[in-house]
Nanobody
């Protein structure tokens, strides 16, 4: 069994900061790419930030300079530091991890349950 769990969401005023965490646990052989997504009400889910299999970080244009992705491989955990938040960042944030479970030769995508981020005064 593999689980992916997000935490750290909440409500913050415009200009504020939040730090999201995403932890993968269970029978993990190898953890590949990890990605943060978000979905605002009435909109499609979009990728926000992450790191590819090759280790290259990427950011959506809308969050460049404000969000910082990091990863702790020893803990199978990734983080999203979000600064200078604005109301347009309000969404449910999800993490997706490509994981090869123990005994499996290939990886699968595992999604967390999501964490709500609300930016409002």
């Amino acid at each position: 069994q593999v689980q992916v769990v997000e935490s750290g969401g909440g409500k913050v005023q415009p200009g504020g900061s939040l730090r999201l965490s995403c932890a993968a646990s269970g029978s993990i052989f190898k953890l590949y790419a990890m990605t943060w997504y978000r979905q605002a009400p009435g909109k499609q889910r979009e990728s926000v930030a992450g790191i590819t299999d090759g280790g290259s970080p990427f950011y959506a244009d809308s969050v460049k300079g404000r969000f910082t992705f990091s990863r702790d491989n020893a803990r199978n955990t990734m983080y999203l530091q979000m600064n200078n938040l604005n109301p347009e960042d309000t969404a449910v944030y999800y993490c997706k991890a490509a994981i090869a479970p123990t005994g499996s030769p290939i990886g699968y995508d595992y999604w967390g349950q999501g964490t709500q981020v609300t930016v409002s005064s």
